[in-house]
Structures are given as C-alpha cells and as structure tokens.
C-alpha cells in the first residue's frame, strides 16, 4: 500500500469516527458535516502551504475551490496549527507560521472575491502584487537600476515574501546592480522562523537550479523551502530557507560553515557544482560495512 493510500485511508477512519461522536453529542447535521470536513482535509492546508507554490494563482484557486468559504478557512487554519503543534514543541516555527499566514491571506481574499475560478484568482493576486511593489516603493529609496529589477518582476514574487524579506531583497540587489558584482549571494539568520535565509541573484542558465541544490547539500544543510523566480529580463533571483539537521538556522553556531555555503553557491552561478569526493571509509567502517552485507 502506498503512503498517499495509507493516509487517504486514516483519514476517512478519522472522519467516520469523528462523525460518531458528534453524533452522539447531539450536534446539529451541519456541526456534523463541518468537523468531518475538517477532519478529512486536516492535511490539506499544511501540505498546500509548504509544498507548493502559494504565489501561483492556480494552486490559490484549486485551494479556495476545496475550502469553499471563509467560515471553513479560518477553522482549518486553527486545526492545521493545533495539529502541527501537538506533533511537539520543537516541529512548529515561525517560518511554517507564515507560510500558512500567507496562504490564508491570500485564500482569504480569493473568497472575499466571490469567485475562486483560476482567472478571476489571477487578476485578483495581480493587484495584491502591485499594491506590494506600491509599498515597497513608498518605504525604500529606489535609484534607475532597482527600478529596472523591480519592473521585471513577475507578480509570483510579490506574493511569496512578506514586506521585511522585500525590503531585505531590494538593498541586496541595488547593491549588487551598483558595484556589478553578479552573481551576488548574501544571507541572514532569522532565528524566530530557525531557519536561515539565503538569496541567490544570477544569470540564469539551464541546470541552474540544480547546480544550487548541490552546492547546498554538500554543506550539510536542509532546504526548508525554495522560492524560485526568473526575471523577465533573464536573471534568476532564488530564495533558499535552510536548517542544519537538528532544525537550527544553518550557520548560526558556525559561521565559517555559513561563509563556505555562500562561497559555494557563488562558484554554482557560474558553473554547474560538482560536489567534493566523499571522504573514504576507514578501515573499521568499511569491515563493518563488508560484514553487515555477508549477512544478508
């Protein structure tokens, strides 16, 4: 059996038995409905929120189109964060936080909308999008070259961080379009959200992407999440959240670990990675290894 079946299964055996007791609580058929609802698609909002791409107008949509309505929203958001939180204290963070904060949002305003089909969710992200760069603008001093990065932005990127993460970007890039020194990697450690935060701005190139992961990976650290975005003029501008394995912003007890995975990345932009050899097995670990086989 398939984990996905195993799960669909749990989570009807989950709605029967929840039905059950309301039923015998007396509730009303609607009350019924409702926390069976909510009790099959308990899953939904925490899968949707960090594995997929929320800036997408089509994941937006088919969500609002499960969801239905805001009643039902807001009580999925209170299961979704109850239900992370009591897997234990150290499995909820900021960074999950806002991701579900940010769906909501954005799911929120779908419904408000009156209308949850994927263009009428298009043209209403659309304008969220461009009250955003309306803000951003309005708080940082933007000089010609900003503004040209700024203009070649898809509405994508608009959606996927919130005003800190834009302002952050924009001193970034402004500093990298003045010196012209791109690719330009930088980072910060958001210790609320544990996680650390690494922006990549670059030419893009096929394998781009790719050539990211495995310079990430060969440090050791965990990608959290990644928001990728190409500009229209060509350039690639990606956002890594990463954790060392024990779920700590990677780099903050090791700074000189930090500096390696930014010096690694910056050598990815160029060309593809190639990951250093693994270091050989010592003599023990490689008899052990022998004699665990032998056994089979």
């Not at 419904?111 to 009428?120: I, K, N, P, V, Y």
């Not at 001093?141 to 924009?170: F, I, M």
């Not at 893009?204 to 990728?228: E, K, T, W």
Request: include cysteine.
């Amino acid at each position: 059996m398939t984990p996905a079946r195993a799960s669909a299964i749990s989570r009807s055996r989950g709605e029967k038995s929840a039905r059950a007791a309301c039923e015998r609580l007396g509730l009303p058929a609607e009350e019924v409905d409702l926390v069976g609802w909510l009790v099959r698609h308990h899953l939904e909002m925490s899968d949707t929120a960090q594995k997929r791409d929320i800036g997408d107008p089509r994941t937006v949509a088919q969500f609002a189109e499960l969801v239905g309505n805001v009643e039902r929203l807001r009580l999925l958001l209170v299961l979704t964060v109850a239900d992370i939180r009591a897997v234990g204290p150290s499995v909820w963070n900021d960074w999950k936080g806002q991701l579900l904060r940010d769906l909501y949002r954005l799911t929120e305003a779908a419904l408000h909308g009156g209308r949850s089909d994927e263009q009428s969710v298009r043209e209403h992200l659309s304008d969220l999008a461009a009250a955003a760069k309306g803000d951003l603008l309005k708080r940082v001093k933007v000089d010609d070259n900003l503004a040209l990065w700024l203009d070649a932005l898809e509405d994508g990127y608009w959606l996927n961080h919130d005003e800190e993460a834009l302002e952050w970007h924009a001193g970034e890039v402004m500093a990298a379009r003045d010196s012209r020194a791109i690719p330009h990697v930088a980072a910060r450690i958001r210790p609320v959200q544990a996680v650390t935060e690494i922006l990549v701005y670059a030419g893009d190139r096929l394998g781009l992407f790719a050539s990211f992961a495995a310079a990430i990976s060969s440090c050791g650290a965990d990608i959290l999440n990644a928001r990728v975005h190409t500009t229209k003029d060509g350039a690639a501008f990606d956002v890594f959240s990463v954790q060392t394995t024990d779920r700590k912003p990677f780099g903050e007890e090791d700074p000189e670990a930090l500096e390696a995975l930014i010096t690694r990345l910056h050598r990815a932009a160029i060309e593809d990675f190639t990951p250093p050899p693994a270091k050989p097995l010592t003599p023990r670990r490689r008899l052990r290894h022998r004699t665990l086989g032998a056994r089979r």
